[in-house]
């Protein structure tokens, strides 16, 4: 396999446009747009479009599982419908599309986590940031399959 493989770009292998949801929405559709999209993770954006949080299919269930038990022991309670701003993560890792390869695998092995947002500071302090992309485990899999692929291609030729 290509050594330099950790040098290649984020936004080389990042999948794009990212699927986004407003912070008053509900958990539930939340959960209904993974499903649609086949995602576990969506970047929530605030009114301008900038990254305010994320949410992932294990907050979404944990929501679940809080309405559940909530509507369970005071069956009287009106339904409790959480919205995704009380599920998300507000406090997200995030990675710019100039990082390398080996810098976003360091920082996921790092916090555990399996999908990081790409995003583009849209000023100077940093503080606002345009979601634009986002690298799962997935991404990085396929890339090393596709790596192997064409090394075991190359190799078959050569025979």
Known sequence: MESSMHRILVSEIMSAPVITIDPDALAVDAAGLMEENNVRRIIVIDQDGYMCGIVTDADVLEAETAESVASRYDPGLDEVWL?????????????????????LVEKMME???????????????????????????????????????????SNTNDQ
């Open 83 to 103: 919205t995704v701003r009380d599920v998300m993560t507000a406090d997200v890792i995030a990675i710019t599309p100039e990082a390398a390869l080996g810098q």
């Open 111 to 153: 916090t555990k986590i399996g999908g990081i947002p790409v995003v583009q500071p849209a000023e100077a302090s940093g503080r606002k940031l345009l979601p634009i992309g986002i690298v799962t485990e997935t991404d990085i899999f396929r890339l090393i399959s596709e790596a192997w692929r064409a090394d075991e291609a």
